[in-house]
């Protein structure tokens, strides 16, 4: 696959100051919006993510464009509210966007219509911001092995988020749509969060959502990996001991990915943006 450039086009950045109105983003959230699954030293907290990316784009041409992530690991959607909406308030923000509430959706005996409430009561306080708020639906998991078995719960969430959406005025986000997301490239290792190259692309498609120009190519469809029965037994035996039984023993203990972690980045400071230093490995540079 050939290289992927992040970098806009002299055209592109000459005439920034037109391509949108915002110049104060700030990213509300859990691990999606944290952007975990996309490691890069580089990167406040050790992970790029779709919002890293959407930020940069969003400063290009643009002078004094500023950026805060607010978003934290294993948080709950009442935790959201608690942590992130105060402070996001006080960074004065013009863009907000929110994806909450999966956390809440992946629990056992998680109601989508109750944590929907709880969606409610958040986006009616970030309204009082006027800002422009972009609200993520969940993906369609129906080939996500481990979340495959709660596909209709995030289906009915998804519609209360809608709904919520248009009762506010946001912009949709709309991930369940998002083909793409289908493939197992798209996908971290975990087999939980997203990969690189889906938070280019999930990235991309916040653009889109926001009618913003940008430089991140849409990707064609990649070569499907073909396993035999042997080697995947093989693969899901790793997964499940170096992923899924850790993350068994932390809700056993009533503990959290987050515990300990901190923002990365809680201020609303001028985007920089890093020297190209980001590939998939052996793969395409995103």
């Known amino acids: 696959m050939n290289n992927i450039s992040e970098t806009p086009s002299v055209e592109t ?91 809440d959706v992946i629990r056992p005996g998680g109601d989508p219509d109750a944590i929907a409430d709880k969606l409610d009561a958040l986006m009616r306080i970030l309204a009082t911001s006027n800002a422009t708020i972009l609200l993520f639906t969940g993906p369609d998991i129906r080939d996500t092995p481990v979340l495959g078995g709660i596909r209709g719960k995030v289906a009915i969430y998804n519609e209360n988020v809608r709904t919520i959406a248009a009762r506010y005025d946001a912009v949709v986000a709309d991930m369940w749509s998002l083909r793409e997301l289908h493939e197992p490239r798209m996908w971290a290792d975990d087999r939980l969060h997203f990969s690189p190259l889906g938070h280019h692309t999930i990235a991309a498609m916040a653009l889109d959502a926001l009618n913003v120009p940008h430089d991140l190519q849409h990707l064609g469809p990649g070569e499907v990996e073909v396993k035999n029965w042997r080697e995947a037994r093989r693969d899901d035996f790793i997964w499940a001991r170096t992923h899924l039984a850790p993350w068994v023993l932390r809700r056993i203990r009533h503990q959290s990915s987050g515990d300990g972690i901190s923002a990365k980045r809680p201020l609303a400071t001028t985007f920089t943006v890093q020297p190209p230093n980001d590939s998939l490995g052996n793969g395409p540079a995103i």
């Open 13 to 103: 950045a000459a005439t920034g100051s037109a391509l949108h109105p915002w110049r104060r983003y700030v990213a509300l959230g859990d691990s999606f919006t944290e952007g975990i699954g996309d490691v890069d030293p580089q990167s406040p907290g050790g992970y790029r993510g779709w919002a890293d990316r959407v930020a940069e784009q969003l400063s290009h041409g643009i002078d004094g464009f500023a950026y805060a992530n607010l978003a934290i690991r294993g948080r709950l959607i009442t935790q959201i509210f608690d942590e992130q909406a105060g402070p996001a308030l006080e960074l004065k923000p013009d863009l907000i966007s929110l994806c909450a509430g999966g956390n």
